[in-house]
């Protein structure tokens, strides 16, 4: 399979300091094979995932019930059965992050291991990672004045230095830039990018 994502390049350039063409220089050397590899995103429990319509392809070949539990289980315990892990997948939901679901349900507790119970599934197409991306609203931009005033007005009690200002994001809040993307751009979490767009703009999260 070749599963190729424009954002995990970016995360890899993050991650190493390093241009997308060191990226793919370095995946082209001597010390990959030159054929097909996979690429998966970062994982984390804050990522939301939902099923696909190739999930009947899980449904309907025996081939990869067999394998799906054999990779998916807890090595030294006993093995969950499969109607359980299809029953698991089919429960993802795009309003739940992955750490809600673990919460709501224990993976471990059946035996299923956490990483490779969604690895398996979005190598085989029939998971996929649901992204956010920040959409501005109209009567917003006034908001960007008075957030000036307030960092430039910010100062140590020690200090009469203001505090730098953050980087500017409005720009990007257009609907068509992930939050992965942001924070590889300025190299800063999704929880910094959501606090300088509040104090910019007013906004909304478009799941996709």
Not at 25 to 33: I, Q, T, V
Not at 55 to 74: F, G, K
Not at 153 to 161: A, D, E, F, K, R
């Amino acid at each position: 399979w070749l599963y190729y994502y424009d954002r995990c390049i970016l995360l890899l350039c993050f991650v190493l300091f390093s241009s997308e063409q060191q990226i793919f220089k370095a995946m082209r050397g001597e010390r990959f094979f030159p054929c097909i590899f996979d690429m998966l995103e970062i994982f984390q429990y804050g990522n939301v995932y939902t099923s696909t319509p190739k999930i009947r392809n899980l449904a309907n070949t025996p081939e990869m019930q067999n394998a799906c539990v054999e990779y998916v289980s807890i090595p030294g315990m006993k093995p969950p059965s499969f109607s359980k892990v299809f029953t698991l997948y089919c429960a993802l939901h795009p309003a739940t992050t992955f750490r809600e679901f673990c919460q709501e349900n224990d993976l471990p507790s059946f035996s299923i291991d956490n990483r490779k119970f969604i690895t398996f599934g979005v190598v085989n197409g029939f998971l996929r990672r649901i992204h956010r991306y920040p959409l501005m609203i109209e009567g917003s931009l006034n908001k960007q004045h008075s957030a000036h005033i307030n960092t430039t007005s910010l100062v140590s009690s020690n200090s009469m230095q203001p505090k730098p200002a953050k980087p500017s994001l409005k720009h990007l809040a257009d609907g068509n830039h992930c939050y992965d993307e942001i924070c590889c751009a300025i190299k800063a979490s999704s929880q910094t990018v959501s606090s300088v767009l509040s104090s910019e703009i007013n906004f909304i999260d478009i799941c996709k």
